[in-house]
Structures are given as structure tokens and as C-alpha cells.
């Protein structure tokens, strides 16, 4: 049976039909969002500019997802505007007066600024296959000339404050509900739109950490990264999807289910523990930061180069992961370093420990389970 949340509410008064009536039209009348909405074209040549200045046009604000689209989508968008085929409106929210932030549309902008800075060479395409392989310099003059001359439309909000709902709030609802098409938003991409804040901040900074991508096989962190990844980058699957971000989120959400016992599905835990840290201190947060650095330099150094991987099959565990970090921080005692390995080889050559530590049950006690085998582990008793 599914677990069904229901608010009490002591005070239960059976409304009439005029009385519901009335109730509905106050709430369509004053809960609806306030949001003014206009309309802008940019021709292509002005567009460059506005990108370059993040005062006028934020284009990643922190709600944003990371950039997604391979060489192929890029190329077929800009074949779309060399064919003067009209590319869908991009939404801005007006965060204050002559200052935009991009709501959706974040990848299709991406993808002109880059070709425009010659950053993109044309790929796949299917109309005008002569320009594969060229970059916007290129191109002969005539079609330089004709695809500045192209516009991107631009539909801009402006959120009026309501006593329901903030403006902030009203931004996230914007995002999500505008993000319905195209690649859908993933959980953590959600968790990172609808969370904003300073928990989610250090997240962030975590993924960056040059262990942490070592490990992961993330290309190494670069100071204008956000703004300009590498090829490597924005191709790496995890950094993509944030992926990595999630890697990291586990540690914490199931290191605190387990020690509170609370067992729900992996993805409550996740939900549940961005919003209950969503107030954090800055003390608090440079703590947790520290605690999940030093947790993975020590089990680097137990593992070496095989940390979190399954020689099985030769692949990272994310799995493994949270069972090896989160154990790690609850134990007093060590065993060594060679007895730790052999011992954690040993479960994954068995049917049970393999399917404990994999993930393979799929239950939330199996969560659990695999802690609980991974503590064993760490201090020799298995």
C-alpha cells in the first residue's frame, strides 16, 4: 500500500455549494500569478554583444541547467536560422529595470553565441552540407551578412509580488512549468531550479573539487567554466546531467536517513534533504564541505585507483559510493588497509554482497543494508 499524506485539520466545516462557490472565485481572483508579459526581437549581430554583458542578460542564472546539447543539435539550429526557418521564442524575466535573466532558452543562445565566436564547427547537417566543417568565419560574406541579419524572439515576463507568493517562488514556478519541452528537466536538475541557496551552492563547489572529478573522470575544474565549458565538459555525461551534484547529495541524504532511521525511497531522501537544509548556516555548510573532502581523500588512499570501481565490470558504483562514504564516517576503528580491500573484494565475489553493495534490491531498507555491510567492512568484522 502507498504511503499517503494527509493534513489533519481539527476544524472541519462542510461548506455549502454558494459558500464553496465563493471560496473558488476568491482564490481565482487573488491567487493567480501577476505576471506582464511583452514581446522583443534581437537581430543576431546585437545578440553577440548583449551576451557579453551578464548586467543585461544573465544567461545561466543558478536555477539554469547545465549545457546539454551535442554537436549536432547545436549545428541543426544554426542550419534552421541559415534557412530562415523561425526557431522557437526564448522566455527572459525582467529582474530589474533593462535586466534580463534567461528562463528557457538557455541552450539555444548558448549554441549562437558559440558559433558566432567561432567556437562551433558545423557538423550533420542536412540542407546546407557544404558548410560542415566550417566555423561563422568561414562562411562566405553574403551568408555572414544574411544570418546576422536573422532575430531571435524574445517573449520577457516581469512577476508582479503577490501576498501568496514571493517573486523568487514565482521565478521557480516559471522555470519548471516553462521547461516542459525538449530535454526534460531530471530530478537533480529540478532539485537544483527549484532549491536555490546556499546548501545547493556548496554542492556545487564540491563537484568542482579536483579529487572529486578526478575520481569521477570529470575533466578538471576552470575558472570560467559556467560561462565557457570545454568540449570535454560538456560532453562528460555526469557534469551534463548533474550528475555529479547528485553524487554528492546522496552522501548526505542517506548518511542522515541512517542515522536518524528513517527509511523512504531514495529520492524522498534526496528531496527531503535539500529542503531541511535550505537554511544552513555558512558554518554548518564549510562543515559538511570539509567532512565529505576529507572523507574521500581517506578513502582514496585506502582504495588508490580502484576507489568506488567494480572490477567486474570495470565501472564506477555510485552505490558503492554512498556505502564507502557514509560508512566511513561512522566508524571508530579501522581495520588496515589491505584487510579493508581484500574484505570488500570478498563481498563483491559473493551474490548477497554484491547485490547489497550494487544497489541491486532496490529497496529502502536495502539503503540501509549496504551501510551497515560497508561499516563491517572498513573495521574487518566480515
Known sequence: MKEIYVELNEDLIELDDDREEVLLKDKYENGQLRILRTSMDFPLKNLQDMLQDKD????????????????????????SLLMNIPIPPVFL???????????????????????????????????????????????????????????????????????????????????????????QLNQQELRNALYPGAFNNMIIDISKHDLFREVWGIPRYIEDEDENPI??????????????????????????????????????????????????TEGCLVGMKELYIDTLFALRNIFGDELFVLKKVDKLSTSLCDAL???????????????????????????????????KRGTSQSIIDRVILAKQILTGEI
Open 325 to 359: 562514504m557514509v560508512a566511513y564516517t561512522l566508524v571508530d576503528n579501522l581495520a588496515d588497509y589491505s584487510t579493508i580491500r581484500e574484505s570488500l573484494d570478498k563481498q563483491l565475489n559473493s551474490k548477497d554482497g554484491y547485490e547489497i553493495l550494487t544497489g
Open 231 to 280: 568540449k570535454e565538459l560538456v560532453e562528460n555525461n555526469l557534469y551534463k546531467t548533474m550528475g555529479d551534484c547528485e553524487i554528492i547529495l546522496r552522501f548526505f541524504a542517506i548518511r542522515e536517513a541512517y542515522i536518524k532511521d528513517k527509511k523512504s525511497s531514495l529520492k524522498r531522501m534526496l528531496d527531503l534533504c535539500v529542503i531541511n537544509h535550505s537554511g544552513d
Open 56 to 79: 543585461y542578460l544573465d544567461i545561466n542564472p543558478s536555477y539554469q541547467r547545465r549545457n546539454r546539447w551535442d554537436k549536432r543539435k547545436k549545428s541543426l539550429l544554426i542550419e
Open 93 to 183: 524575466f525582467e529582474k530589474d529595470y533593462n535586466s534580463y535573466e534567461v528562463m528557457d532558452g538557455l541552450q539555444r543562445l548558448s549554441t549562437i553565441n558559440e558559433f558566432l565566436n567561432n567556437e562551433l564547427r558545423l557538423s550533420s547537417l542536412e540542407y546546407w552540407t557544404e558548410l560542415n566543417g566550417k566555423t561563422f568565419k568561414d562562411l562566405p560574406d553574403i551568408i555572414k551578412r544574411g544570418l546576422l541579419r536573422r532575430t531571435v524572439s524574445a517573449i520577457v515576463l516581469l512577476a508582479e509580488s503577490s501576498r501568496e507568493i514571493d517573486e523568487s517562488d514565482i521565478r521557480m514556478v516559471l522555470f519548471k512549468r516553462l521547461n516542459t519541452g525538449g530535454i
